[in-house]
């Protein structure tokens, strides 16, 4: 199977950032779309409470004045302004909370009606799990990748919104406070931090894509054993199907097992960032300190400068040190954005192909050589000189046939298992291409038409009234059936 795991396809590299800004094209549809209101909205409560939380930091530095100075009554304003802060805080930030669940249901709701959208048109879902073997678990990518992604994207995006802000904001207070040497050092801090984090990230995403395939086929082993829990009965077959489980689950946790010692070196840069950031705060403030800027100011004064000064400062490291704390987020984001990405990439190959292949619209189907249906008639099918193969191999299955197929007349088709009989009505029905020759089909598809019984009988879904006229999602306004094709033997 050609590998998704692909290293060159999984990395946080141009392709990504293309995949990913396709994904912000679903998820902000238009400018004024709700998914962008609520971003707006989302900025706007994320803007407040970045306003509150300056004043609560400098509020430290006000105690300092006032106990120094012992004023019972400056005390006892700024305590109760204190906690009407902390209050709008609260309030503020649960706000925050509750836009990003909603952004989050939005998010996933636009890109998993895309992702159905492209899933069941025409063919794609049958070519998809059936011929196609370059995409793994595709039910899995679109069931949980989509959830996850919108998950963490939503989890992140208050973050990373406000960042610019409060980093221009930090950036200027922190240049009042301590000049270019402060603000420098913090930045060239965080350009290091930066690159090695990059580079811890790197091995991540690949390993967090093939933990996911892993994910989707232990799932999809548990969904086999429920689906066909009567005939693994029948054949008593517990103990193969729990060994089989087993031996997925122990694939699964192996990978899982080498994803989390790949992240251990990310989760050490990342702390090792966040503890010697708040080491650089203070020497950032040491600095115009000990150069006797301050020289002149009373204990304190220097203590409520200090005090603010440190806020700033330490507040511009933990705008910087939250985006590399983000590392983790976004290499399962890239993970995902991958999975998803690819997913899209081959449904439009599919479907381009498909569209290429089938008559325009409204002329229904038709085999390669793209005749048209001619609406009611006696001859379903006209195969002339057809041969066709399976796909993967180079043997046909069957060559030059010739034949006429007609209401009226019955066909029986025999032969071995093996030699092509239910190809033959897949050739027919268009889910196989064929290799040579040509089929006409000269009625349409449906109730009116001509009708496929799969050998397998599905029942879906639904009512027993919605089973009995399936694959009709309402009964057909005249009922007029003008063939049936049944494949059965
Ligand atoms: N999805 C598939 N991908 C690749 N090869 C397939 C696929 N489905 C069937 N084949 C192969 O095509 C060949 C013909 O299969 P087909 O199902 O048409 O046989 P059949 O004559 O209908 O057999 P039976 O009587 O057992 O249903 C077989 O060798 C089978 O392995």
């Not at 949980?144 to 919108?150: A, G, K, N, P, Y």
């Not at 009625?443 to 009512?463: S, V």
Request: some cysteine; proline content about 4%.
């Amino acid at each position: 199977m050609p590998q998704v795991t692909n290293a060159k396809r999984s990395k946080l590299d141009l392709r990504f950032l293309r995949r990913f800004c396709h994904i912000l094209k679903i998820l902000f549809p238009r400018l004024c779309s709700r998914s962008a209101l609520m971003f707006l909205t989302l900025l706007g409560i994320t803007l407040l409470v970045q306003l509150v939380i300056y004043q609560v930091g400098l509020i430290p530095s006000q105690f300092y004045q006032v106990l120094a100075d012992k004023n019972h009554d400056r005390f006892k304003r700024l305590v109760t302004f204190a906690v009407l802060l902390i209050l709008i805080n609260a309030m503020l930030k649960s706000l925050d909370q509750y836009v990003c669940g909603l952004l989050y249901v939005n998010w996933r709701k636009s890109l998993t009606e895309e992702l159905h959208r492209a899933y069941f048109h025409g063919r794609v879902y049958y070519t998809l799990n059936v011929l196609r073997q370059d995409i793994d678990n595709p039910d899995q990518r679109i069931g949980q990748d989509v959830e996850r992604l919108c998950k963490e994207m939503s989890s992140i995006a208050s973050k990373l919104v406000i960042s610019p802000f409060t980093v221009a904001y930090y950036t200027y207070q922190c240049f009042s406070s301590t000049g270019w040497i402060g603000v420098g050092s913090i930045f060239a801090y965080f350009l290091i931090g930066t690159v090695i984090n990059k580079m811890l990230i790197g091995p991540i995403v690949p390993t967090l894509m093939e933990q996911e395939k892993l994910e989707g086929d232990f799932r999809f082993k548990h969904m086999q054993v429920r689906v066909n829990a009567e005939s693994a009965a029948f054949y008593r077959a517990g103990m193969v199907e729990h060994m089989r489980t087993d031996q997925r689950l122990q694939t699964l946790l192996k990978k899982q097992r080498s994803l989390i010692n790949k992240e251990l070196w990310l989760y050490i840069g990342v702390n090792t960032f966040d503890y010697l950031g708040s080491i650089l705060s203070y020497i950032v403030i040491a600095i115009p300190i000990f150069a006797g800027v301050y020289n002149e100011l009373t204990p304190g004064e220097l203590s409520a400068l200090i005090s603010k000064n440190a806020f700033v400062c330490i507040y511009l490291i933990n705008c910087f040190t939250q985006l590399i704390d983000l590392s983790t987020t976004v290499s399962d984001i890239a993970g995902y954005t991958h999975r998803i990405g690819e997913l899209r990439e081959v449904m439009d190959d599919i479907s381009r192909k498909e569209n290429d292949s089938d008559p325009p619209p409204g002329d229904e189907p038709q085999g390669n050589n793209q005749e048209v249906c001619s609406g009611l008639s006696d001859t379903a099918f006209v195969l002339d000189r057809l041969s066709f193969r399976s796909p993967y191999s180079e043997e046909l299955l069957v060559k030059d046939l010739s034949l006429r197929i007609s209401q009226g007349v019955h066909l029986l088709v025999v032969g071995n298992t093996g030699t092509g009989k239910t190809s033959l009505l897949r050739v027919l029905s268009r889910l196989w291409e064929s290799s040579n020759g040509s089929v006409k089909m000269s009625t349409c598809f449906g109730p009116r038409g001509i009708l496929f019984l799969p050998q397998k009988a599905y029942l879906t879904d639904g009512t027993l009234r919605e089973q009995v006229i399936y694959p009709l999602k309402d009964i057909y306004p005249v009922l007029g059936m003008n063939s049936f094709l049944t494949n059965r033997r």
